[in-house]
C-alpha cells in the first residue's frame, strides 16, 4: 500500500515539476524579440549620426563627406526620403549624374507625388555642364509632371519657359515668361527674358523696360537657393537648381555686368544682342536631339 502511496506521490510531484517548468517557459519574456529591438533601436541610432553628420557637410558644401555619410545613414535605412533626395543633390553636384539619377528614380517610386524629385530630374537633363545627359524633350516632361503637382510653384514653369526659349519657340516663351512675371515680381531672370523677347519682336520701348527693371532688381536676384523641405508640403518646399547647370543663370551672373552710369537706350541693344549670339552658339553646341 505504501507503494502505492509513494508512486502517486512521485506522480504528482512530476506533475507539478512539468507544470512549472511550462509556466517558466511561457511566462518568460520573449528574449530573441528582445535583442531585435535592441538591434533595430541601434540602427535607428546610427543612421541619425550619420544623416545629421551627412547634413552638416552638405551644408558645408563639403560634397564627398557628405556623399559618404547619406550612404552609410542609407545602409542603416534604404527608403528614406529626405537621404534619397539630398545625396542625389550631392552627386549632381560632384558630376556623378548616373548616381543621382537612381537616387531620385528611386525616391519616385517611393513616393509618386514627389514634387522636388521630378524637378531634379528635370534638371538633370537640362545640364549644360554635362552633354551626354543633356535632354530637353526628356527635361520637359519631368518640369511638366513637377508642375503638375503642384500649380502655384514657379521653378518647374521658369525652366520650362528656359527650354522653349533654347529651343526657339518663341510664341511659347513669351506666354511662359508674361505668366511667370506675374507670379514673381522680384526675378531678375525672368524680367531679362522677358526684354529680350521684346527685342526679339521689334518692341523697343518694352525691351528697355524690361532689360531697366532687370539692372534695378540686380542680376544676383537670378539664384535660387536649396533650403530644406518636407516631403509631404509642396507648396512649403523650395527647389534650388545648379546655378552652374543653367543655361541662363550661368550667362547673367558670368557674362552680364550692370555699369555704375549707363544710358539704358544704348545698353539695351548691345546686352541682348550677345544675349542672343550666345544662345545660337549654344544651340549649335548642345541640340543634338
Not at 502505492?4 to 524579440?33: M, N, R
Request: with cysteine; glycine share 4%.
Amino acid at each position: 500500500m505504501r507503494r502505492k502511496e509513494f508512486t502517486f506521490i512521485v506522480v504528482i510531484l512530476i506533475i507539478v515539476f512539468a507544470g512549472i517548468t511550462l509556466f517558466k517557459y511561457i511566462g518568460q519574456p520573449d528574449h530573441s524579440g528582445s535583442a531585435t529591438e535592441v538591434v533595430k533601436s541601434d540602427s535607428i541610432k546610427k543612421f541619425w549620426i550619420y544623416y545629421n553628420r551627412a547634413t552638416e557637410y552638405r551644408l558645408q558644401g563639403n560634397e564627398d563627406s557628405s556623399i559618404i555619410a547619406y550612404q552609410e545613414a542609407l545602409k542603416m535605412n534604404p527608403n528614406h526620403k529626405d537621404a534619397l533626395y539630398y545625396i542625389g543633390n550631392m552627386y549632381m553636384n560632384a558630376d556623378k549624374f548616373d548616381q543621382a539619377q537612381i537616387s531620385w528614380e528611386k525616391l519616385i517610386e517611393l513616393n509618386p507625388q514627389s514634387e522636388r524629385a521630378y524637378y531634379q530630374l528635370g534638371n538633370l537633363y537640362f545640364c549644360v555642364n554635362h552633354t551626354e545627359y543633356f535632354h530637353p524633350e526628356k527635361s520637359k516632361l519631368y518640369f511638366k509632371h513637377a508642375a503638375d503637382l503642384n500649380k502655384e510653384t514657379l521653378n518647374p514653369n521658369l525652366l520650362l519657359g528656359e527650354i522653349a526659349l533654347f529651343q526657339n519657340r518663341i510664341n511659347e516663351a513669351t506666354d511662359i515668361f508674361n505668366k511667370l512675371s506675374l507670379m514673381d515680381h522680384k526675378n531678375a531672370e525672368i524680367f531679362f527674358i522677358i526684354g529680350y523677347l521684346k527685342w526679339k519682336s521689334g518692341n523697343e520701348q518694352d525691351a528697355i523696360r524690361g532689360l531697366e527693371h532687370t539692372f534695378e532688381l540686380g542680376i544676383t536676384a537670378t539664384s535660387t537657393n536649396e533650403q530644406g523641405e518636407k516631403e509631404g508640403s509642396a507648396k512649403n518646399e523650395s527647389i534650388g537648381k545648379k546655378k552652374e547647370c543653367d543655361l541662363f543663370v550661368d550667362w547673367l551672373t558670368r557674362k552680364l555686368t550692370i555699369p555704375e552710369k549707363y544710358d539704358i537706350r544704348v545698353e539695351m541693344p548691345k546686352v541682348y544682342k550677345k544675349f542672343d549670339q550666345y544662345l545660337i552658339m549654344m544651340r549649335e553646341q548642345l541640340n543634338h536631339d
